[in-house]
């Protein structure tokens, strides 16, 4: 998983604001998350799967698909619950990609811009 996995956790905001949650790695070694009621979920997600899923999306703008069971089709959320893992991550992953400067919140609140 990531180069140091019990390096210093992250803490950010979820992609609507309203929660937090925590992470450590990078986007380019793997993350392991740690979100809902006290940061209790873990859920380990290897750098491969998303550095494939941002070069799927490069220069796109698209929903950034967070809803649990039913993320827009053609959403980033969609895309990665069909390839990569089928638990919800969307909302995590946002703001991930926004502080390790992959993408930009995009023209709508439920948009987001991959660079």
Known sequence: MSKNPSGPRIFLKTWSGKSTFEYHGTVKDGITLHYGKGHKNRLEIRGADILKAIAVFKGKEVSIGTHHSKPPVGSFGHWFQRNVTKTSVASYL??????????ERGSQPDLILFL
Not at 94 to 103: L, M, R, S
Request: aromatic share 20%; net charge negative.
């Open 94 to 103: 946002g703001p991930i990609f926004i502080a390790e400067g992959y993408a």
